[in-house]
């Protein structure tokens, strides 16, 4: 009789619930160790959420069998089934497969930038290592965009807007380099996975870019990554490389990178008189908005020849090196309206030529900017400086050898002072419809006794017509001291005697965005140049053509002309970004002009038309193929007439025209925890001839006194070239 009390009191206390389980667990991309922040985590009891800045999520479900469904953008979704156990914690890890294969697809759109304006081209993503005929470099597919043109293809020298070489500005992180690519057709020495940005602008830029009067392209490296640490690791054929990004303690993020290039086996195997090296590194630290880099660069090619010495026959080097170092301190901070930059830049280069002579330079560079927003304007102004130290240097052991007149003015000991100052202001005039970017900016230069002032003005409008219609109209005016024909290493404000070069830009496009993906953006440009420095390409021919300066010597005399011209032309670009097929077709219609002694003749790099038509195709089992072909018109050359070739009237005839094409294709195998990719690449498939000019050869005649001579024969002129070829295999594992 004492269990009915029981039993009643049992059936009417309520039933407690079993314990429920903890699901938490990271989402992270296959093959890598690289979280997916915003993926979505659904249960089919109705529980979901979103995973965090660092792939984490937690859930609160019932015992039992569970079936989860885990989508992110752009990756395939992942359904599993786990058995979660009353009162326990299960700890989990998601991999989601790239639904195309490989990482999101590259960007190259033509926008205004937040704090520079002007037409720009800008490229983006990861994916542009796998662009053909750039042999996996970001920094090599400006050579693909309109505007530019390569006069000598396996050399990286570019013409922009018929400009010379020794014109264009190349930036990394902020800060001047005097190049961005190592000696003939190999890569840069910035890291490509370590690539962020690269915005080229061909010409008509604001007053934020000084000292240059040509194109400029501007990179930026990213930092490394704050989720956890990650490696990669490339082997090709002619060189290795390597990265490593590190999460450190408190907020310290720091890259490491570098790469060693080992050609010299592989060209000796062809010509044993050949020897190229190359070597770089990249050092980057990150604490909040202060950055620390360091990076150095270095190229060495050696061509022997024989020669005749002392009665016996001896095997003579001839050696050209290329080095440079720089240690920038930058910090950015924001607060409200106001953004501001700074950075500090210290520089070491050095160049060796002639036997062993050339030129160390120490720099020690600064800037400093500011952005200001109020309302519909914003202002834009800043400072920057350096002040260098040039001293001749002979690198060399034979001293015989050293020729320390050839450098003549570039291997001259001085200090180089030069100062600048900008400020611009952005009115959006009609918002989101109409806006306005007028400035100017002042720069000083200074070495040994002269000293020069440059006054810029600069403005651009940009109309909005239509959501898919826009409009830019752009111009001013670019100075530089006198260059060198071709950018190098310690080789800068010399010369000032020469004067400025100056060079008015003006341009005016639309942007059209149409179905299917499409972008169409085309251009049409002028530009003229005054007291410019141009470069001798072609050594035949001595008629019509400028004189060198009467100031300059040796090596400066012999290659640089001071010339005046003009170019003008159009430019086209059509693209398309699509999941599956992406691509572009970049055309320029253009014409470089120079005034030489006999006139108005083609500049020695003008090219009528160039033509890039570079298209990829993501296919299944994560395969990108990828071809770009191009064409372009053969540079001008000057045939002499028959028979002394006085009455030769300079660049009357072209080299013939190049055609090139160029595949690659790559293949992606993703693990749990790292990923694997091989790469086959042909630059060159079509095994095209490069030209440098003319040569003639020489015939020996009997003269009426009965001497003998030799003649050269104006009658057959041959090209001065080579057929080329460059295979690259290799493979890349990253984590």
Known sequence: MHLAPLCLLLLAAPLQAAPASVLSGRVFQRGSIAPLPGAHVRASTGQSAVADEEGRFQLELPAGEVELHIQADRYEPLRVREHLQAGRRLEMEFRLVPRLGFRAPFTATVRGDPRREGDRFMLRDEELRTLPGTLGDPLRAVSLLPGVSVPVPVLP?????????????????????????????????????????????????????????????????????????????????FDVAGAAELKLPRGVRLTASGQYGYPGPLLRAFDPRVDLQYWDYQLRLDWKGLTVQALGFFDYVNISREEIRRGSLRRVPTEFRLMFHRVQVRHHHRTGRLETEAGLVGGVDELSAFGGNGVRKLSLAWRANGQLRLGRFRLFAGVEGELSRFTPENFGSDEMQAAPDELADFGEGRTGIVAGAFAQGRMDLLPERLSLTAGGRIDVYHAGRVTLLGLEPRAQLRFHAQRWLTFTLGGGLYQQPPSFPVPLPGIDTFALQ???????????????????????????????????????????????????????????????????????????????????????????????????????????????????????VRLPWRIVAGARLSYATGRPVTLFEPPDGRSTVRNNGRLPDYVQLDLRLDREWRFQRWALAAFVEVVNATYSQVNFGLVYPEEEITLPDGRMVMVPRFDKPELNGFPWILPSVGLRAHF
């Open 157 to 237: 020298i570019y013409v922009v807007r018929g400009s010379s070489p020794g014109m264009n500005g190349y930036f990394l992180d902020g800060m001047r380099v005097p190049q961005l690519f190592h000696l003939l057709l190999l890569s840069s020495f910035v890291y490509p996975s370590l690539v962020a940005r690269i915005d080229f602008y061909p010409g008509a830029y604001d007053a934020s870019f000084g000292r240059f009067a040509g194109g400029i392209v501007d990179a930026e490296t990213r930092p490394a990554r704050s989720d956890s640490s990650h490696g990669e690791l490339q082997v090709r054929l």
């Open 498 to 616: 020469l004067g400025l070069q100056r060079a008015i830009h003006g341009a005016s496009g639309l942007e059209l965005q149409l179905p299917q993906s499409f972008h169409v953006k085309a251009t049409g440009f002028y530009q003229k140049f005054m007291n410019m420095n141009d470069v001798v390409l072609d050594f035949g021919p001595q008629l019509c053509t400028s004189p060198p300066p009467e100031s300059l010597r040796g090596a400066p005399a012999l290659v640089t002309r001071q010339v005046e011209g003009q170019s003008f032309g159009m430019e086209v670009m059509v693209r398309r970004r699509g999941e599956r097929l992406n691509g572009w077709v970049s055309y320029t219609l253009s014409r470089a002009e120079r005034i030489f002694t006999c006139g108005l003749r083609p500049a020695d790099y003008d090219q009528t038309h160039v033509l890039n038509i570079v298209l990829q």
